[in-house]
């Protein structure tokens, strides 16, 4: 799968584990273009100023939306925020052709991104 001319927006909670991922996730999902970011002003600053073919919320922030806490890296706008707030903006910024991917679970994220990459739109983020 050839997937170079597609990007990945990606919202964690940890900047390590996201750095980690970034380095590897690429070769992964057919040579995408993976943005990590682990705070909401960076998050939202891309998300209105690019367009994605795929926004992936990782696992840890999954974890904190399902449980009603502040997602790490949320801003005064932002935190009390849900991952339904996120896509309301999401929808808002990208439209409704732009897949988000979530889960709560490290073992599913690839196979979510690949199956979400399949359909999306090319899109070269200029970052």
């Known amino acids: 799968m050839n997937n ?8 964690g909670c940890d900047p390590v584990l996201s750095a980690e991922f970034a380095k590897m996730v690429p070769a992964l999902i057919g040579n995408a273009k993976y943005i990590p970011t682990t705070n909401d002003v960076d998050f939202i600053e891309k998300l209105k100023t690019e367009k994605w073919s795929v926004v992936y919320f990782a696992p840890g922030a999954c974890r904190f939306s399902a449980v009603n806490q502040r997602i790490p890296g949320a801003n005064e706008e932002t935190k009390a925020w849900t991952l339904d707030e996120y896509k309301a903006l999401i929808l808002e910024h990208q439209g409704p052709d732009v897949p988000v991917v979530e889960s709560t679970e490290e073992r599913n994220s690839l196979l979510l991104l690949n199956d979400a990459l ?5 899109t070269l983020a200029t970052l």
């Open 4 to 11: 170079s001319k597609k990007t990945v927006l990606a919202r």
């Open 118 to 122: 399949e359909n999306a739109k090319e």
